[in-house]
């Protein structure tokens, strides 16, 4: 029971592990489509941060939407440790969760097109937790860049509550911030499944459909 709660609750910033002053190394380019994985992006893109339990499975669902995604990153980010590796994030001491940097041209992809991938693609009821795959880092997440970006994501929580409520669901556990530091995850996680097709993936949605988006923005 002790080990399940130290995979489960937060920990402060005081019991966090120290990190490090220097980045991770990681890769430079996106192993799909060959773009720089960080910034600065082109003109008129933006960004979102999504946590959504493992980011192997979770990046692959938007590195995949046909049009509008400029390019995918997976990192950690909403804890206090700088500069955090993978095993210490899957430690459960940083408090950082396992997240996926969306970067989008919002005049060819809608961002709620991006919520609907978002809430269909995992169980957001399961709070610190995402199908087998149980800790801190795989809680349900939307790290926002902009006020509209807010409201957006707050409507989209709402409606998605109110479907999943008449499916017999509980409440959602999603929490809605304004986007923390992202910090980029090692090489060798960034475009897992891309690179190793059979890997592990251990996302599974409701089978709900979220009453939002229509894909390709007007």
Not at 47 to 62: N, P, S
């Amino acid at each position: 029971m002790f080990l399940f709660r130290k995979k489960t609750e937060l920990p402060t910033a005081a019991t966090a592990l120290p990190g490090r002053s220097v980045a991770i190394p990681t890769a430079k380019t996106h192993f799909v489509n060959g773009r720089a994985l960080a910034p600065p992006y082109p003109d008129g893109i933006e960004t979102v941060i999504f946590g959504l339990g493992c980011f192997w499975g979770a990046e692959r669902k938007f590195w995949q939407i046909k049009s509008g995604v400029w390019v995918t990153a997976v990192g950690y980010a909403a804890g206090y440790t700088p500069n955090p590796t993978y095993e210490e994030v899957c430690s459960g001491l940083t408090g950082h969760n396992e997240v996926v940097l969306v970067a989008y041209d919002p005049k060819i992809l809608s961002f709620d097109a991006l919520l609907k991938t978002f809430w269909e693609s995992h169980d957001p009821t399961q709070g610190m937790q995402q199908g087998n795959d149980v800790g801190t880092q795989y809680r349900s997440g939307i790290y926002v860049t902009s006020a509209a970006q807010k409201l957006q994501a707050e409507a989209s929580r709402k409606a998605y509550a109110d479907a999943l409520a008449l499916r017999g669901f509980g409440p959602i556990t999603t929490e809605i911030q304004d986007a923390p530091h992202f910090y980029f995850a090692e090489d060798y996680h960034q475009q897992y499944l891309a690179k190793n097709p059979a890997g592990y993936c251990g996302l599974g949605g409701t089978g709900v459909s979220c009453p939002i988006g229509t894909g390709l923005s007007a």
